[in-house]
């Protein structure tokens, strides 16, 4: 094979000719009727047994053409990546094919350049850092969440029902007199006052009796399920039983109880310092994150969408895997149908916070380069030990799981985020912010499910993007991190074939 007219353009694209020689696209033909031919039957000959000329005879000299070109494609782009000495991302296009009257096979393929980084500031920056402050307030505070999940539920029968009870009710929804989908339940256990359920559902429970039975109206809220939004319900409830929580008394017992400690003294220490450590951790992530952010913003690249739409997924797969959902059988549209999304909302939810990733990595690549950042083998062996000791495995397994030259590159890349971290300092940030943190616009892109479709959806906040990636155990699916490979089957989406004259 020859590659020629290698030709880069101005949109960061490529492309390049590739021509095979004519015993080449033979031993292709021959390839494809070899693959074929037990599918193939001719009047006269037993089945599978044709000869191919006999073949080429009744259904055209062309008809191993396709799965001979086929073939040769991935050699062909291979070939030219490596001559051309080319580092692309996303698979390629193939704008063209031709037979030629010499029975050559000539392809010509479009690719998408890996991006041209120019760094902008990323040592010295400047953030603000939260200073940290634990309050007897914030101990008290968190000791109180401490007692209430260790309460006791106490059964009440001598009274209504109060704000602060746990009721365990049926409940039965009825749209215009008819029984509407998710509205009904028997024996469901609702903290009045949590307002887990629509507004005014858990309000109208307060003053029920054991054994009471009464009919409530409800208007859902416009933002809600579209088959329900603003429409007035009606709910059949009874009241089966009313439980309280007892909160343990606050005293030697109880730290004895919930800790290592033998006075309540002490275990109030030891939440101060806990909660100074988690705050100082806080604080330091969001230092972190804020500089990086700027070193990402001072970043001039331009990122391709097809490595923004890889990262998305990559997000998605990973969210999903979360759910126990085995991602990697399924393809995109069908995850995604799984997870209730569609293109608008991956723009809105998922791609800023890919397209930040990307950049982010790209930064750290850049860095390494620029400061020439280098592995002992010592370093590396202390950085996989200590990977190891973080997950409960051996250090060989998780070398043999990722691969030397991945566990290499993310240690790079920690190196590389580490020096803009140290040489950054706290105090007025560097220059104001243009942009929303891209991370902090990620959200959950799945639906959370419902227990009824009288409870809310409970939305929690996304994790920021982590800015370097840490190697995960043998015992979990492997990363999608490593350098793209080339497709193997590029799809034509031009094809024009000359035949030689018979």
Do not use: W
Not at 195 to 205: A, D, I, K, R, T
Not at 220 to 232: Q, S
Not at 301 to 319: C, D, F, G, Q
Not at 357 to 368: G, H
């Amino acid at each position: 094979m020859i590659v020629k007219n290698v030709e880069k353009k101005e949109n960061n694209t490529a492309v390049f000719s590739v021509e095979s020689d004519a015993a080449e696209f033979e031993a292709a033909v021959q390839a494809a009727y070899l693959k074929n031919k037990s599918q193939i039957y001719i009047p006269g000959f037993r089945k599978g047994k044709a000869p191919r000329q006999i073949v080429e005879g009744m259904y055209g000299h062309e008809v191993f053409y396709q799965d001979a070109l086929d073939e040769l494609a991935p050699k062909a782009y291979e070939l030219g990546l490596k001559e051309a000495e080319l580092r692309v991302v996303g698979a390629p296009s193939i704008t063209e094919v031709n037979i030629t009257d010499e029975r050559t096979a000539a392809y010509t393929f479009s690719v998408e350049l890996y991006p041209v980084v120019t760094l902008g500031q990323y040592k010295g920056l400047k953030a603000e850092k939260a200073s940290v402050k634990v309050s007897a307030a914030d101990v008290d505070e968190e000791i109180e969440r401490i007692r209430k999940r260790n309460a006791r539920q106490i059964s009440v029968d001598d009274r209504a029902a109060q704000m602060g009870d746990t009721a365990k009710i049926d409940f039965d929804g009825y749209l215009n007199g008819e029984r509407f989908e998710g509205g009904k339940a028997e024996g469901y256990s609702l903290k009045l006052g949590s307002g887990s359920f629509v507004p005014g559902f858990e309000e109208q429970l307060v003053g029920m009796k054991l054994g009471e039975e009464k009919d409530i109206d409800i208007t859902f809220p416009e933002e809600y399920t579209p088959e329900l939004a603003g429409k007035a319900v009606v709910f059949k409830i009874k009241l089966h039983e009313l439980t309280v929580d007892e909160l343990p008394a606050l005293d030697d017992d109880f730290a004895q109880d919930v800790s290592e400690f033998d006075t309540l003294k002490e275990y109030k220490e030891s939440v101060r310092k806990d909660l100074e450590k988690k705050a100082e951790e806080k604080a330091e992530s969001d230092f972190r994150s804020e500089i990086m952010r700027q070193a990402v913003e001072n970043l001039d690249v331009t990122v391709p969408e097809a490595m923004i739409a890889e990262k998305a997924e990559e997000i998605l797969r990973n969210y999903a895997s979360n759910f126990g959902m085995n991602s990697r059988e399924m393809s995109l549209d069908q995850l995604k149908q799984m997870m209730g999304l569609d293109d608008a909302s991956m723009n809105q939810t998922i791609r800023p916070a890919a397209e930040f990733q990307v950049k982010n990595d790209l930064l750290l690549e850049a860095v390494i380069d620029a400061e020439k950042i280098e592995c002992s083998e010592e370093e590396t062996k202390e950085y996989l030990n200590k990977i190891a000791e973080n997950y409960g495995v051996k250090a060989e397994e998780i070398e043999s799981y990722f691969g030397k030259d991945f566990i290499e590159a993310e240690q790079k890349k920690e190196k590389a985020a580490n020096l803009i971290f140290k040489s950054a300092k706290a105090g007025k940030a560097t220059k104001a912010a243009k942009v929303e943190k891209a991370e902090e616009k990620a959200e959950k892109p799945a639906k959370a499910a419902k227990t009824a479709k009288t409870a809310k959806t409970e939305e929690k906040e996304p994790k920021a993007s982590k800015t370097t990636k840490t190697a995960k155990t043998a015992k979990t699916e492997k990363t999608e991190e490593k350098a793209e490979k080339p497709a193997k089957a590029a799809k034509t989406t031009k094809t024009t074939k000359k035949t030689a004259e018979e």
